[in-house]
C-alpha cells in the first residue's frame, strides 16, 4: 500500500506518525480540504506531467491552476498531464494519492511558488484518504525538490 511506502519514506524524518488517515476520501482538493476541514488553498495538491517522456510532479497551492505559457517557459514544452492509466507506474502513486514522498527516482519534483503564502499545508501521503500538515520548509526538505518555481495563476 503506498500510504505505508510513504510512511516508511517520511519516517527517516521522524514525520511517519504525523500521517492523517481518513474514513472518507481526501482525493481531491474539495475533498481533502473538507477531510481536514481546511481552506481548499492550503491543500498541496501534486499534478503529474510527462516532461520529454519522464514524469515530472508540480506541487502548488488548492487553488492555484497551471499557467500554460509559465510551464512552457519552465519546461520548453507543453504542460502535459500524465495519462492516468501511467500515473502509478510513472510516479509510485495513483491517481487520488499522488505526493511528492517516497516516488520512484526518475521522477522530479519541483514547488511551486503558490505554497508560499502559507505557513503549514496539508499534501497526501500516497492514498486517497491521507494527508500530513508540513510547514513550507518541512515540505521543501520532505520532498527532496529539485527547485522552487513559478508555473501556477492563482484566482483573481
Known sequence: MSVEKVRDYLNKYGAGDRILEFDVSSATVELASRAL????????????????????????????????????QQFHTKAKMLAPQDTESMTGHAVGGVCPFAVNSSVSIYLDNSLKRFETVFPACGSSNSAIQLTIDELERFSGCTDWIDVCKLPE
Do not use: H, M, Q, W
Open 37 to 72: 476541514g481546511c481552506e481548499p488553498c492550503r491543500i498541496a495538491k501534486t499534478l503529474s506531467f510527462l516532461v520529454y517522456g519522464r514524469a515530472v510532479l508540480v506541487v502548488c497551492a488548492g487553488d492555484a491552476r497551471i499557467d500554460n505559457s509559465k510551464f512552457k
